[in-house]
């Protein structure tokens, strides 16, 4: 599956989603900066300081030069992630958001003045090489991810259906032939098809033939189906969650070869 590059809508839905951000955060209190999120070791006001540091890298500058904890760490990402969020730790949660109110309004407002060669300009992503308009792509689903991630743990509902949830599961479809044949471990042969119930709503279709690829249709009935809400599917993709609560309760239902899809459900994750 590709990500069409309609600049348009990439934008907007990186303006909605740091929007929600904004509106969301307004009326945290201090308590809720400092709750744990999903995200090991991070804050809800951390997981906001990730966001502000990868725009400021975005936008040219170095990352403050502080002490953080490295043992934990597994790649060079991670640690510059790590060296943004620790170098705002000493700031009020309120601080950290009337900074990404200027650093989201900065970014936003040099996009859209990007010229079309500079921002379909090929480059590194943390998805490979591809058009800087597709890294802000992945910078959508980013955000909308962080923003559950400080959400849940608080006892907030879940994000709605919109442009950025919608983005978010496309992005993650992507990636489903690797999910489901490489980390989730569907043997060659199979035929896998995923379906999203809401909010966002959608189908997935991985064949496994030699390689894991994203179809549009099966020929033939699926090997293994797996039925789950976009938020959960998105949840366990990112390595938010543990799959075997969401077995057991029936928020994720297995068809097929039930063992297998048992199997596949609780190896889903491939980001955090």
């Not at 307004?26 to 809720?32: M, N, V």
């Not at 502000?52 to 510059?80: C, S, Y």
């Not at 496309?170 to 379906?195: L, M, Q």
Request: with cysteine; proline share 6%; aromatic share 6%.
């Amino acid at each position: 599956m590709d990500i069409t590059l309609d600049r348009d809508h990439i934008l907007g839905g990186l303006a909605e989603i740091w929007n929600e951000w904004i509106d969301w955060a307004d009326g945290l209190s201090i308590d809720d900066w400092a709750t744990p999120s999903r995200c090991p070791g991070w804050t809800v006001q951390d997981n906001l300081a990730h966001i502000i540091g990868t725009e400021r890298m975005l936008r040219g500058e170095q990352a403050p030069e502080v002490e953080f904890p490295t043992e934990h760490l597994k790649n060079t990402i991670a640690a510059g992630n790590e060296q943004w969020v620790e170098s705002m730790r000493s700031m009020s949660g309120a601080e950290v958001l009337d900074a990404f109110r200027t650093i989201s309004t900065e970014r936003l407002d040099q996009l859209n003045a990007m010229p079309d060669e500079e921002i379909l300009k090929v480059g590194w992503s943390p998805v490979g090489e591809v058009p800087y308009l597709r890294f802000m792509h992945v910078r959508v689903y980013d955000s909308w991810l962080h923003l559950e991630d400080c959400r849940a743990p608080l006892g907030h509902p879940q994000g709605t259906a919109g442009r950025p949830a919608e983005m978010s599961v496309a992005e993650v479809s992507t990636a489903a032939g690797f999910v489901i044949g490489k980390k989730a471990g569907a043997p060659d042969g199979s035929r896998v098809e995923v379906t999203l119930t809401g909010p966002v709503e959608a189908t997935i279709r991985v064949v496994v033939d030699g390689r894991a690829a994203v179809v549009d249709e099966l020929e033939g009935e699926p090997t293994v189906t797996l039925a789950m809400s976009s938020h959960d599917w998105l949840s366990l993709t990112g390595g938010r969650i543990d799959p075997q609560p969401l077995l057991d309760d029936g928020r994720v239902t297995v068809g097929g070869d039930v063992d297998l899809g048992i199997q596949m459900a609780t190896r889903l994750a491939f980001t955090i």
